[in-house]
């Protein structure tokens, strides 16, 4: 079913919801790798390789779905509670990530991956350490979730 169909059976704020869950896992993924994996609905089911978007193309898709889901998101569980839902993502939980996208936009799109004396460094997440030992420079915009 493309996308745009089930988001038209459920209500915005399930679909809110779900954009906010795949947000969250491509910010992970663009901060443990670099880069963001996905696949079209088309190809969903394909045996072939996926696409992968650049640090600029995750963190623009990341930015603008955010910004586009905090409307529709609420702090109660179901209509008519008063009480916030834990297991649910609220609007301050979508500020909260998209605080930590624009915060960290530098570190992700300009990451250092090999580093100088010979040893390779390895970048994730705003720190970056050399492989051979536990020293870690971490970045002071970075905020950590």
């Known amino acids: 079913m493309p ?14 919801q779900a954009i906010f869950l795949r947000c969250l896992s491509q910010y992970y993924y663009l901060n443990l790798f670099g880069q963001v994996p996905y696949r079209t609905v088309a190809k969903y089911n394909g045996i072939d390789a996926s696409g992968v978007m650049t640090p600029q193309q995750a963190l623009d898709t990341i ?4 910004q586009s889901i905090i409307p529709a998101l609420n702090y109660t569980g179901t209509p008519g509670q008063t009480v916030a839902a834990p297991y649910k993502a609220s609007p301050d939980a979508a500020r909260f990530l998209l605080m930590k996208a624009l915060l960290n936009k530098q570190a992700f799109l300009n990451r250092q991956v090999s ?8 970048a994730t997440g705003g720190h970056s350490w050399p492989g051979h030992h536990c020293h870690r420079k971490i970045y002071a915009h970075a905020a950590l979730l």
């Open 3 to 16: 996308l745009q169909s089930w988001l038209q059976t459920r209500s915005a704020e399930q679909a809110a």
């Open 63 to 66: 930015i603008l779905n955010l």
């Open 115 to 122: 580093g100088s004396s010979g040893s390779r460094r390895y």
